[in-house]
C-alpha cells in the first residue's frame, strides 16, 4: 500500500513563505490526483490545492495567487508552495492521493499521509 510522508511545515511569520512536501513511498510506478488538505482547530478538512497526474490544477478561493502546487512523477513527489501566509493559513495540512499503481495492480481511494503542522503567527 502507498505511504505518503509530509514535510516542510514550521512556524512562520505572516508574510512568510513555507513548502510542503510529500513524498509517496512503496513499489510505485503512478499515482492518479494528489493534493493538499487542511484542518484547522474545531474546523472541517478542506482543500486546499490538488492536482491531476497531468499537471491540471485547482485551488480554493482563499488561497488563489498565494499557493502553488506542484508535482514530480518521477519522484512520486508532491509540493505545496505557499506564500504571502496568513494567520488563517494555520492548520494541520493532509497530503492526499486518491489512488496509484503498483507492481501488484492499481488501486482507486483516499490515501492520507499522518499531517504537518503550519503556523502563522508573529
Known amino acids: 500500500q502507498v505511504q505518503l510522508v509530509e514535510s516542510g511545515g514550521g512556524l512562520v511569520q505572516p508574510g512568510g513563505s513555507l513548502r510542503l512536501s510529500c513524498a509517496a513511498s512503496?513499489?510505485?510506478?503512478?499515482?492518479?490526483?494528489m493534493g493538499w488538505y487542511r484542518q484547522a482547530p474545531g474546523k472541517q478538512r478542506e482543500l486546499v490545492a490538488a492536482?491531476?497526474?497531468?499537471?491540471?490544477?485547482n485551488y480554493a478561493d482563499s488561497v488563489k495567487g498565494r499557493f502553488t502546487i506542484s508535482r514530480d512523477n518521477a519522484k512520486n513527489t508532491v509540493y505545496l508552495q505557499m506564500n504571502s501566509l496568513k494567520p488563517e493559513d494555520t492548520a494541520v495540512y493532509y497530503c492526499?492521493?486518491?489512488?496509484?499503481?503498483?507492481?501488484?495492480?492499481?488501486?482507486?481511494?483516499?490515501?492520507w499521509g499522518q499531517g504537518t503542522q503550519v503556523t502563522v503567527s508573529s
Open positions: 492526499n492521493a486518491s489512488g496509484y499503481c503498483s507492481g501488484y495492480g492499481c488501486y482507486v481511494g483516499d490515501y
Open positions: 512503496g513499489s510505485i510506478f503512478s499515482i492518479n490526483a
Open positions: 492536482i491531476t497526474s497531468g499537471g491540471s490544477t
